[in-house]
């Protein structure tokens, strides 16, 4: 790749910055956060400990496979899509006790958790849009910096207990489409913001995050890799006319795998139902439903709108639940490619919004005027 020479200047005149660029203004746990952390927040970051649906917590865990939570909007709808309400996404969590809403068993199709050295990761696929996000979003990046530093979602916090005792994260990053997800939370120190980079948000998750995306879950310790962008001596930036290659996955040493997750609780739009919870008789064919079992082929594909079930009365969102499990689906579009992120980078490059087309502009002209004086060199 002699062309990924050119990058080299750009390193040495831009990774400094990014590494002076961590002070915190502050630093908090779940027991002594306060309700709202940023200027605009739209949620909440004391989230107490209930069972909510519609809980707007935006408190994320990320600690293990079975026990991480993603971002994503906090209403179902076609105008939902992770590119318009990337400030106000809620946190949803594979485990209850958290305050957030719960990710729905079934919902998660692959999960796969690996630590290394500089971080925690969870890269997947499954059906996020019983998580409000709408059919073929290609979706998105989060992140808690944004437009203002004040992070997208707004105020939304990361806490772990992956580097030790549970504290927070102050630099992570989250890719969230209909389909695939992956998230990565750094280990607190100079290599954080390095590692869990936020400047490659229309390059989708297998670039930035190059790791398993298949179905199954596993747990596994791993390398760190290469960060996101750079090669060696030389920095990616994106817009940059020719696009490296994804980092080959950094190599695993010792993997665990399950046959599946959950939390067992019964979910349908905006109801829950504790495990073991079984409805009335005069329910009638409502009775019949179980927690959705993740490895099925055929569970909780959603075929309509999240929204039909959302303002359900019980009985009938979970008869929709019933009648959506029963009609087993195509599960074919649930496996991403690269072909599929890269043009997943392109839609949500040529949909981007203000904000970021001024920033990408600015960036633009930095990088064509240090690249015009050094390109020949
Ligand atoms: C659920 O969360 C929403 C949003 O924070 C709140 O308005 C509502 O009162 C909560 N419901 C319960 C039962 O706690
Ligand atoms: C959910 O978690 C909370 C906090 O850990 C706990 O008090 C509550 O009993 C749990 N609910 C159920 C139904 O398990
Ligand atoms: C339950 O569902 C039945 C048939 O789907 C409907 O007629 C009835 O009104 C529903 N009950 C409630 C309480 O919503």
Redesign the pocket.
Known sequence: MPRVAAFSVLAVVLLPKFISAQTYSATYLPSNVPPTTEEGQTGTNQCGTGLNQTSDCQNLYINSVTDFCLFAPPNPGADSVIGNTERIEVAWCTKNGTGARLIPDGAIKGAHFVQTPDFVQVTGIGDLTLLNIPVGDEGGELDPHGADGNGNPIGGLVFSSAFGQLKQIHEWTNFMAADQFCIRACKPGPMAPIFCQHIYDVMGCAWNMPANYDSGFETCVGDSGEPMGVYGTSTFFQGQPVMPPAHPRPSLSSCTTLSTIGNGFLISGTTVLPPGVTLSPSSGPLSAVSAPTPSSPTSAVLPGSPSIAASS????SL?SLASSQASSGGSGALTPTATNTISSATGRFSAMDGWECSVLTVGLSFIGSVLGTFLFL
């Open positions: 009365p019980l009985n009938a008869g």
